[in-house]
């Protein structure tokens, strides 16, 4: 393994979800719903592959169908207009667009600023780019993780290419305010800096909280590569279909790295993502419905066993504090956790640069059944 990579092991998602299945545990450590997407996205997969939609090589860009259905979901929801042809591309999940973005658009020795604690993906990807990461620390502030605006705006050197966002942010929970965001937004025009928002999580917003999409702000459209995933949207995270929304020019360079990456993306689930992108606003309320009540769930018990719990305003992860039990190691608290309790989290260390700084913070995914979550939250409540 090159030294690039070397650092990174292997994902702490593949390691928890091995230890969750040989210890039995419920698996609250990666996230993925236990409960599949609906039946006519299913449906409308299986019609594509008997009618031989996408058996071949679909166009590298991803097939028109679903371009136009990206294209008309960001008009539909934000006011965003991107041309299907020159400004939208369909990638193997968030995952590669982060992968072919980074790829594409870091110099090595460039770098890059992102929000820490952050997702594991992105240190790798910088790394292979041969570019620098560079954390920003959100830190939780009366209940909710915050970004400081001040450290961000000191993390930008002249070597600085770009800003890497995420925002409903995992793990923490938090969705970045309008106030927050339009200090990136400020910044990176000021600094003539370039910004990858990974908004997989747009439509899992709780409560009052509302997702604002980074490229709405002034001046960033032409300098934002935007980032969704039929994974979270549809829960469909096996289907693996991502995309960006970008200038003509920013998806030309995002697609000169796709196209060496995967050369392209799934075909049959590429039409049955445009089925989905049409579904009625009545599927994403059920949906935020839902895990809104999920979350309830998961972060009463939680409470109730004793976690500090930052009630997460985005995403279907809440991250707690494990000191209130008499803990201050995340990964020697989720290693022993089956065993104690046959309960499997992510130790929020693994996220970190600053790992001391996520020393006492551990993860848990509530997109799972109800039964399953309120068997989790009874066997924890009994940890002692
Ligand atoms: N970004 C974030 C913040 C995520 O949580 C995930 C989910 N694993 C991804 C990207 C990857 O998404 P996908 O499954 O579409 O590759
Ligand atoms: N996004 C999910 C998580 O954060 C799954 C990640 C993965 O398996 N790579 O848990």
Redesign the pocket.
């Given at each position: 393994l090159n030294r690039r990579l070397a650092e990174f092991g292997t994902?702490i998602?593949?390691e928890m979800?091995a230890l969750a299945a040989r210890t039995g545990s419920i698996n609250l450590?990666?996230?993925?719903p236990d409960t599949d997407g609906p039946e006519e996205v299913r449906e409308a997969a299986v019609r594509a592959l008997r009618d031989g939609h996408g058996n071949q090589y679909p166009p590298g860009p991803g097939v028109p169908e679903l371009r136009t259905a990206i294209a008309d979901h960001q008009r539909a929801r934000y006011g965003l207009e991107y041309d299907p042809d020159r400004e939208v591309l369909v990638t193997a999940g968030a995952?590669e667009a982060i992968a072919a973005a980074l790829l594409a658009l870091v110099e090595p020795g460039d770098e890059v600023i992102a929000l820490e604690p952050y997702?594991?993906?992105y240190a790798a990807c910088v790394a292979m780019a041969g570019g620098t990461r560079v954390p920003v620390t959100l830190r939780p502030h009366e209940g909710r993780y915050v970004l400081d605006l001040d450290e961000l705006r000191a993390a930008v050197t002249p070597r600085t290419r770009l800003i890497l966002l995420n925002t409903p942010h995992?793990?923490t929970g938090t969705v970045l305010t309008r106030a927050e965001l339009t200090a990136v937004a400020e910044l990176a025009v000021e600094r003539d800096l370039l910004v990858v928002t990974d908004e997989v999580y747009e439509h899992l917003v709780f409560d009052d909280a509302e997702h604002l999409p980074l490229a709405t702000f002034p001046g960033m459209r032409d300098r934002t590569v935007t980032i969704g995933s039929a994974g979270k949207t549809y829960s469909f995270?096996g289907w693996k279909v991502g995309w960006t929304t970008a200038s003509p020019e920013l998806t030309a360079a995002v697609r000169s790295a796709k196209q060496f990456l995967t050369y392209v993306s799934s075909g049959p689930f590429q039409y049955a993502v445009a089925e989905a992108l049409r579904l009625p606003d009545s599927y994403y309320d059920g949906l935020r419905a839902d895990l809104q009540a999920k979350r309830d769930l998961l972060s009463d018990g939680l409470a109730r066993a004793g976690f500090t719990v930052y009630r997460p305003r985005g995403t279907y992860?809440v991250t707690t504090d494990i000191r209130p039990l008499g803990a201050d190691d995340g990964f020697a608290f989720c290693r022993s956790l089956p065993e104690r309790a046959g309960v499997v989290a992510?130790p929020n260390a693994v996220f970190y640069d600053h790992r001391e700084a996520g020393a006492p913070f551990v993860r848990f995914?509530f997109c799972k059944r109800a039964d399953v979550l309120q068997e989790a939250v009874d066997r924890l409540g009994r940890l002692g």
């Open positions: 994902t998602f593949a979800s450590g990666q996230g993925f995952t997702y594991d993906s995992n793990p995270t992860f992510i995914a």
